[in-house]
């Protein structure tokens, strides 16, 4: 039994040296890359899903929101290599840690705000403003869509967070019930079901995924695009 | 938490820096993704002319390796 509930989610070390660095950087090792024209099954189908995902993502952009399609294309594998490693039992999922999803959120966020200021000043600016609002309410309402400006990378990030964590800590509580229900000998059919259920759920991590990108594609969209 | 623990940010932040920005992009792209190929247009086909510069074998029963 752990200590606390929260043992998962301690950065691993083994020994005293970062066992996280290598948990971090598996992910890629399980993507092979090939330059042959003809390759095994595992690489036709991850070059296809990659290609799924590329037109999928990118034809909502304009040439100038195509460049980021390499930055979007390997956020989207990374985020989803790693959340479904961490479904495996006893695994440790790095997109549990604030630390990781803040890192990712706020330059990419600041990213996009920066080439809509850069490149589309004043259109970036009036979006501050909704259209059709009244005159008294402008200064407030100024006010609060810069608030919402900036509260979009933490949301980015704490909803991650948030939900990956979430989901592993109901995994782990309904799991120990279930093991502690044994002895009583409850109709166990109804555990484990739960336990099924609630993992197909939490494979909605790749949906998270999906709401990472695609929040973050509509930021770069909104701010490049208008 | 231990999520808030800012200690180990530090050695969950860089290994993330490297994975995403280094090593899958630089995955994707080594890996070239071929498209489909598009259908190709072969040339129309001259019929064969016998006196054409063509490869003839000359079955010379003394130039033969011996057959058994």
Redesign the interface.
């Known amino acids: 039994m752990n200590e606390s509930l929260?043992?998962p989610?301690?950065?691993p070390t083994v020994l005293g040296l970062?066992a996280?660095?290598l948990v971090?950087?598996f992910?890629?090792l399980l993507?092979p890359?090939?330059?042959h024209?003809i390759n095994n099954r595992l690489?036709i189908i991850q070059?296809w899903l990659?290609?799924l995902i590329?037109k999928q993502m990118m034809t909502t952009h304009n040439a100038k929101g195509r460049t980021w399609s390499?930055?979007l294309?390997?956020?989207i594998?990374?985020i989803a290599s790693t959340n479904l490693l961490g479904l495996l039992p006893y695994s440790f999922t790095?997109t549990?840690?604030?630390?990781?999803n803040l890192?990712?959120a706020i330059p990419l966020w600041a990213s996009t705000v920066a080439m809509g200021l850069r490149f589309k000043a004043k259109i970036t600016l009036t979006h501050l403003l909704p259209q059709g609002t009244p005159t008294p309410l402008i200064p407030m309402l100024i006010i609060i869509e810069t608030v919402s400006l900036f509260i979009q990378p933490l949301a980015l990030a704490v909803r991650l967070?948030a939900n990956i964590?979430a989901g592993h800590l109901l995994m782990y509580l309904i799991g120990s019930s279930a093991l502690a229900m044994l002895a009583i000998n409850l109709p166990l059919t109804l555990i484990t079901l739960t336990i099924l259920t609630l993992l197909t759920i939490l494979e909605t991590a790749i949906a998270l995924i999906q709401a990472y990108v695609f929040t973050l594609l509509v930021s770069l969209y909104l701010h490049d695009n208008s | 938490m231990p999520q808030l623990n800012t200690t180990t940010w530090p050695t969950i932040i860089t290994p993330m820096l490297l994975a995403l920005f280094l090593i899958t992009q630089l995955k994707l792209l080594n890996s070239h993704l071929h498209p489909p190929t598009p259908p190709k247009f072969t040339k129309p086909k001259l019929h064969a002319k016998p006196w054409g510069p063509k490869w003839t074998k000359v079955y010379l029963p003394h130039s033969l390796p011996p057959q058994y």
Do not use: E, G, N, W
């Not at chain 1, 549990?96 to 990781?100: D, F, H, P, R, V």
């Open positions: 929260f043992t989610f301690i950065t970062p996280a660095v971090i950087l992910p890629p993507i890359t090939s330059k024209f690489i070059q990659i290609r590329l390499l930055m294309t390997s956020l594998i990374f790095p549990t840690q604030l630390s990781m890192a990712m967070t964590t």
